[in-house]
């Protein structure tokens, strides 16, 4: 299953150079306000070094990363869902993302001004998620409206729908975000359908100047008080370095340039990174002569359902797995190895796959 996240922000604050610094594709930034026609899809390799030292131990004609899909849309603007701006019609792109990166200008730039005659990241954060509030309203309100016809004439389920609906409505209502309501579990599957955008989860990246890559400055300090407590992610990226060193094809060179930044690694790890503990996402490995392959899950899966990441086969023929923990094949050094010392267990339908865990489906269709 890959990874998708929607990238949302005000216009200036750097989302496009954030998309082509972790991107293989190249999107087109502009200093013009409003100047983007379609939103630029994506993809990047999910970096994770246990694909090579498992490489080592067992070659393979190939390594296949897992990927992220990212969904650039063109910026937002105070008023948006009234019509100002276009960021708001390409809302739509990122209904079924799993996630948002919402980008937030941390800098100063006198040749790029902001809309709001100053930087303030605080305030932006508060104006693209009321136009993702205005957004979800609408959705509400007109699911509302559908069911309200349904309970009229005599549908028991739509009056628990309704009643759902009516607390979702008061609770945008009051400028407060969809994934912030307290509600039990399942009564947020009456919503499902609509897939909201201000209950997707969110990270936050502060987009500073290159001097403080390695530190934040007063502009991040502000964002990261204001959501102290609140189950989210920062991370801190000069977008404009970033760039820079992603157009670089000398590995060495952009060790260096990330190291002159007092930085240790690409901001896009980080990121990928932050959007993993946010979403609770873990990587289980399949290895093989012909190939050596990261899959991604999520939460609590079992190994059945993490089969069928593979293939719908292999999930509706499930019989075991067999699992050899990623520290043990690395201690072992070999499939055969793992075997003799006892280290190769036989789970069933139940077995809750981990981080790490190499495996091998037994199935039967």
């Given at each position: 299953?890959?990874?998708?996240?929607?990238?949302?922000?005000?216009?200036?604050?750097?989302?496009?150079?954030?998309?082509?610094?972790?991107?293989?594709?190249?999107a087109?930034?502009?200093?013009?306000?409003?100047?983007?026609?379609?939103?630029?899809?994506?993809?990047?390799?999910?970096?994770?070094?246990?694909?090579?030292?498992l490489?080592?131990?067992?070659?393979a004609?190939?390594?296949?990363?897992t990927?992220?899909?990212?969904?650039?849309?063109p910026?937002l603007?105070?008023g948006?869902?009234?019509?100002?701006?276009?960021?708001?019609?390409?809302l739509?792109?990122?209904?079924?993302?799993?996630?948002?990166i919402?980008?937030?200008?941390?800098?100063?730039n006198?040749?790029?001004p902001?809309?709001?005659?100053?930087?303030?990241?605080?305030?932006?954060?508060?104006?693209?998620?009321?136009?993702?509030?205005?957004?979800?309203?609408?959705?509400?309100?007109?699911?509302?409206?559908?069911?309200?016809?349904?309970?009229?004439?005599?549908?028991?389920?739509?009056?628990?729908?309704?009643e759902?609906?009516q607390?979702f409505?008061?609770?945008?209502?009051?400028?407060?975000?969809a994934?912030?309501?307290?509600?039990?579990?399942?009564?947020?599957?009456?919503?499902?359908?609509?897939?909201?955008?201000?209950?997707?989860?969110?990270?936050?990246?502060?987009?500073?100047?290159?001097?403080?890559?390695?530190?934040?400055?007063?502009?991040?300090?502000?964002?990261k008080?204001?959501l102290?407590?609140?189950?989210?992610?920062?991370?801190?990226?000069?977008?404009?370095?970033?760039?820079?060193?992603?157009?670089?094809?000398?590995?060495?060179?952009?060790?260096?340039?990330?190291?002159?930044?007092?930085l240790?690694?690409?901001?896009?790890n980080?990121?990928?990174?932050?959007?993993?503990r946010?979403?609770?996402?873990?990587?289980f490995?399949?290895?093989g002569?012909?190939?050596?392959?990261?899959?991604?899950i999520?939460g609590e899966?079992?190994?059945?359902?993490?089969?069928?990441?593979?293939?719908?086969?292999?999930e509706?023929g499930?019989?075991?797995?067999?699992?050899?923990?990623?520290?043990?094949?690395?201690?072992?050094?070999?499939?055969a190895?793992?075997?003799?010392?006892?280290?190769?267990a036989i789970?069933?339908?139940?077995?809750?796959?981990?981080?790490?865990?190499?495996?091998?489906?037994?199935?039967?269709v």
């Amino acid at each position: 299953m890959a990874l998708q996240c929607g990238i949302v922000g005000l216009t200036n604050s750097g989302k496009t150079t954030i998309f082509n610094c972790m991107s293989n594709t190249r999107a087109q930034s502009s200093a013009a306000a409003f100047s983007a026609s379609k939103s630029n899809v994506g993809m990047v390799r999910v970096p994770d070094n246990r694909l090579y030292e498992l490489a080592r131990l067992q070659p393979a004609q190939k390594i296949v990363h897992t990927t992220i899909e990212f969904i650039d849309i063109p910026g937002l603007a105070k008023g948006a869902s009234a019509g100002a701006g276009v960021g708001n019609k390409f809302l739509a792109d990122i209904r079924n993302t799993d996630a948002l990166i919402h980008v937030l200008r941390c800098f100063d730039n006198d040749s790029l001004p902001h809309m709001d005659g100053s930087v303030n990241p605080v305030r932006d954060m508060e104006t693209v998620d009321l136009e993702l509030q205005v957004r979800d309203l609408e959705s509400v309100e007109k699911k509302l409206v559908k069911t309200e016809k349904l309970v009229k004439i005599g549908d028991k389920a739509a009056g628990k729908t309704m009643e759902v609906l009516q607390l979702f409505r008061e609770h945008l209502e009051s400028f407060q975000s969809a994934r912030t309501i307290e509600i039990d579990v399942r009564d947020r599957q009456h919503v499902a359908d609509l897939f909201l955008l201000s209950a997707k989860p969110v990270i936050y990246i502060c987009n500073v100047d290159e001097a403080s890559a390695g530190t934040g400055n007063s502009y991040s300090d502000q964002v990261k008080k204001v959501l102290e407590g609140q189950d989210t992610e920062v991370v801190v990226i000069a977008a404009e370095a970033e760039a820079e060193i992603a157009e670089l094809d000398n590995e060495e060179e952009r060790l260096d340039y990330l190291n002159d930044a007092g930085l240790n690694e690409p901001g896009v790890n980080k990121l990928i990174r932050s959007a993993y503990r946010l979403l609770q996402l873990k990587t289980f490995f399949t290895i093989g002569p012909k190939e050596i392959r990261a899959w991604t899950i999520s939460g609590e899966m079992t190994a059945p359902v993490a089969a069928g990441v593979i293939h719908s086969d292999l999930e509706r023929g499930f019989i075991r797995a067999e699992v050899i923990k990623y520290d043990d094949f690395v201690t072992l050094c070999s499939e055969a190895a793992c075997r003799e010392k006892g280290k190769i267990a036989i789970e069933g339908r139940n077995y809750i796959v981990q981080d790490g865990d190499l495996l091998n489906i037994r199935f039967n269709v």
